[in-house]
């Protein structure tokens, strides 16, 4: 099993960056796909991005496409989240959830799948 910390968050004006961190423990963790969700205050959990296994394939929700980047370290058990020209409405606690994959180029997107861990989120707020 797989458990999961984020890091990385923090108050950043519009326009700034921020570099989200998934670490994982577990030796397994190349076996899974890994997805990035976020909740805003009052909204309900919406997908942010995903990457897959292999890290060859990956997807984004049209909000962020173009301004986030997911990328995957296996060696460091780490899951990236690049985040540039940051919007106030991209303030929410991010979340990283992981989810085994059977095949290298599967992702997830859904957040009505049942995930195998989820880590605890952390706050990422954007200033206007």
């Known amino acids: 099993q797989v458990q999961l910390i984020e890091s990385g968050g923090g108050l950043v004006q519009a326009g700034g960056s921020l570099r989200l961190s998934c670490a994982a423990s577990g030796r397994t963790f190349s076996s899974y796909a890994i997805t990035w969700f976020r909740q805003a205050p009052g909204k309900e959990r919406e997908f942010a991005a995903a990457i897959s296994r292999s890290g060859g394939n990956t997807a984004y929700a049209d909000s962020v496409k173009g301004r986030f980047t997911i990328s995957r370290d296996d060696a460091k058990n780490t899951v990236y989240l690049q985040m540039n020209s940051l919007k106030p409405e991209d303030t929410a606690v991010y979340y990283c959830?992981?989810?085994?994959?059977?095949?290298?180029?599967?992702?997830?997107?859904?957040?009505?799948?049942?995930?195998?861990?989820w880590g605890q989120g952390t706050q990422v707020t954007v200033s206007s």
């Open positions: 959830a992981a989810k085994f994959a059977a095949y290298s180029a599967t992702y997830y997107r859904s957040e009505r799948l049942t995930y195998d861990a």
